[in-house]
């Protein structure tokens, strides 16, 4: 069975940096695309980066410039690289690896780590 464990969240200050790490346990096939979604209290859960297996990257405009997506392909393993790290980044943020073609029932999912950005 395949099982995604995230890590690296926790509290950080303003300003701070962090870096989220999330491996699959089991082997995955057909991998598309590897990415990061939060979900902030009373909000819905919005997507903060993505990147193609290939290398091609997507963020979202919040995050374009203080945040970086990076991929092993090898080990199915995606990380979330923050800098820069506003209290409107706290979140509930989970990683994500879907298979080609996409949709309901090609999603894996973290179980998600708390990001708290203290100002």
């Known amino acids: 069975q395949v099982q995604l464990v995230e890590s690296g969240g926790g509290l950080v200050q303003a300003g701070g940096s962090l870096r989220l790490s999330c491996a699959a346990s089991?082997?995955?096939?057909?991998?598309?695309?590897m990415g990061w979604y939060r979900q902030a209290p009373g909000k819905q859960r919005e997507l903060v980066a993505t990147?193609?297996?290939?290398?091609?990257?997507n963020y979202a405009d919040s995050v374009k410039g203080r945040f970086t997506i990076s991929r092993d392909n090898a080990k199915n393993t995606v990380y979330l690289q923050m800098s820069s790290l506003k209290p409107e980044d706290t979140a509930v943020y989970y990683c994500?690896?879907?298979?080609?073609?996409?949709?309901?029932?090609?999603?894996?999912w973290g179980q998600g780590t708390q990001v708290t950005v203290s100002s």
């Open positions: 994500n690896i879907r298979r080609w073609p996409g949709g309901a029932g090609n999603d894996y």
């Open positions: 990147i193609i297996t290939g290398g091609r990257t």
């Open positions: 089991g082997i995955i096939f057909s991998v598309n695309t």
